[in-house]
């Protein structure tokens, strides 16, 4: 019996100190997340959820990012390799170096030239042809 009574005491205590903790959620985040250039057959997918560092810079070692929230669909631009909006020689460097790292690439679509899901030496002959006769400003 006076074990009942000691564990029913410990009860109510706890309780009480339950309740009487107060409880904030005005500012709370969910960041991370989304896969960089999902791709499948002919459709690329590309995303992510929370953004309330947006325009904030963060920093930490010897590095530093600015948030920001993604712009609107970007059509694809076969050939602008370095995405400054137009097909030229200064393409060429950023094509090759995402044939060996497709992650780093300015924008997918660009540069899977094909349709493959896949950057890959079946686009090198495409963006050539591109390269030498698609010329110019992206429209």
């Known amino acids: 019996m006076k074990r009942t009574t000691v ?3 410990f009860a109510v205590l706890a309780v ?3 309740s009487a903790q107060t409880f904030d959620l005005s500012w709370h985040t969910i960041d991370g997340g989304g896969d960089m250039w999902a791709t499948g057959g002919n459709f690329t997918l590309s995303g992510t959820i929370g953004q309330p560092d947006a325009a904030v810079t963060m920093t930490g070692g010897s590095f ?6 993604w712009p609107a669909v970007t ?3 076969l050939g602008d390799c370095n995405c400054d909006g137009s097909i030229d020689f200064d393409d060429i460097n950023a094509f090759v170096a995402a044939l060996g790292a497709p ?3 300015c ?3 660009n540069i899977d030239i094909d349709g493959s899901g896949q950057i890959n030496f079946d686009d090198i002959n495409l963006f050539v042809g591109i390269l030498s006769t698609s010329g110019g400003p992206c429209q």
Not at 64 to 69: C, K, M
Request: with cysteine; net charge negative.
């Open 16 to 18: 009480s100190t339950a």
């Open 103 to 105: 992650e780093a690439a």
């Open 75 to 77: 059509p694809a631009c």
């Open 7 to 9: 564990i029913s005491i």
């Open 107 to 109: 924008y997918f679509p």
């Open 64 to 69: 530093e990012l600015t948030g920001g929230f």
